[in-house]
């Protein structure tokens, strides 16, 4: 078995405060880097262990539908768009239509 170059109580508490301040918007940006360095930590190490805190956190019923809502939304883009171009296409006919008929 591997022995840690850090002590639990001091990995906790630097995941611990890395997953707060990436859950916050405004501290997101940095937050390993920075929490690495206030606790003497190394980056890839807090990293690793952020990493396997997120993913021990997320159940599984919410990654499909993470998933589900990241197709969805894509699928409501690519509806948007296709909606936007039938409404230029029957503008552009439609007064093509109209300056035929005027002549």
Do not use: C, H
Not at 26 to 42: K, L, S, W
Not at 49 to 71: L, M, S, T
Not at 73 to 94: D, P, Q, V
């Amino acid at each position: 078995m591997a022995t840690s170059k850090y002590p639990d109580e001091l990995r906790d508490r630097a995941t611990r405060l890395a997953l707060d301040a990436r859950r916050d918007a405004d501290t997101r940006n940095g937050a390993i880097a920075r929490i690495a360095e206030q606790t003497g930590v190394g980056k890839e190490a807090l990293r690793t262990w952020v990493r396997k805190a997120e993913a021990a956190d997320i159940p599984p019923e919410r990654e499909d539908a993470e998933g589900r809502i990241r197709r969805l939304e894509k699928e409501n883009r690519e509806l948007r768009r296709s909606n936007e171009i039938l409404k230029a296409a029957t503008a552009f006919f439609g007064k093509a239509e109209f300056d035929r008929l005027q002549k």
